[in-house]
């Protein structure tokens, strides 16, 4: 069975730094590129970026660039998110996805993992 | 870019009654489409992709269609468990970041 479990609720500060994982199981890690969704408070979806555990090859959607970190550890079949300055506005609820390729260039979020919630307060 | 609208933004519904939801892409996207629904604290699931195909376990109430850039899902007979925010998500240019602001079902 195919899942992806991510790490607990975190309350910050502004300011502060954080990383956030998401742990797979049920199938091949490195085979498969990863998707960040960010959804912030009774918003719609926005991608972040996706990473391919493989090679850690990352693509940042353009708002999201130089401000998160995407990243890989093989060994424990994990991607993470990372942030080094957190600010109020990155308060929002953090989806990884599996991405199922259709074709060569083709992919769409087949399962989810339950979402990170992270809220940044003074 | 492409850019993914949905409409509407709200549909009232009386449970057993058939609703539908579109989604127009800005641009031509194929038939790389999939459809997700999201219910309040949940994260979203996967219902339909390639337009048309219904994901494992999707009950066969919701169908989806279209290709280019107009696309619909629709759900046959509204159940209780329906009653959620749907999103529609291109997949045509990689990486795959348009999704459509969401159209909520609620209760009539």
């Known amino acids: 069975e195919v899942q992806l479990v991510q790490s607990g609720a975190e309350v910050k500060k502004p300011g502060d730094s954080l990383k956030i994982s998401c742990e797979v199981s049920g199938y091949s890690f490195t085979i498969y590129w990863i998707a960040w969704v960010r959804q912030m408070p009774g918003k719609g979806l926005e991608l972040m970026g996706v990473?391919?555990?493989?090679?850690?090859?990352?693509i940042y959607s353009p708002s999201f660039q130089g401000q998160v970190t995407m990243s890989v550890d093989k060994s424990i079949d994990t991607a993470h998110l990372q942030w080094s300055s957190l600010k109020a506005s990155d308060t929002a609820m953090y989806y990884c996805g599996r991405l199922w390729p259709t074709s060569i260039d083709t992919y769409y979020i087949d399962y989810w993992g339950q979402g990170t919630l992270v809220t940044v307060s003074s | 870019e492409v850019v993914m609208t949905q409409s509407p933004d709200t549909l009232s519904v009386s449970p057993g009654e058939r609703a539908t939801l579109s989604c127009r892409a800005s641009?031509?996207?194929?038939?790389?489409l999939a459809w997700y629904q999201q219910k309040p604290g949940q994260a979203p699931r996967l219902l339909i992709y390639g337009a048309t195909v219904r994901a494992a376990g999707i009950p066969t109430r919701f169908s989806g269609s279209g290709s280019g850039t107009e696309f619909t899902l629709t759900i046959s007979s509204l159940q209780s468990a329906d009653f959620a925010v749907y999103y529609c998500?291109?997949?045509?240019?990689?990486?795959?970041?348009?999704f459509g602001q969401g159209t909520k079902v609620e209760i009539k």
């Open positions: 998500h291109q997949y045509n240019n990689w990486p795959p970041r348009a």
């Open positions: 990473i391919n555990p493989g090679d850690s090859n990352t």
């Open positions: 641009q031509s996207i194929r038939s790389n």
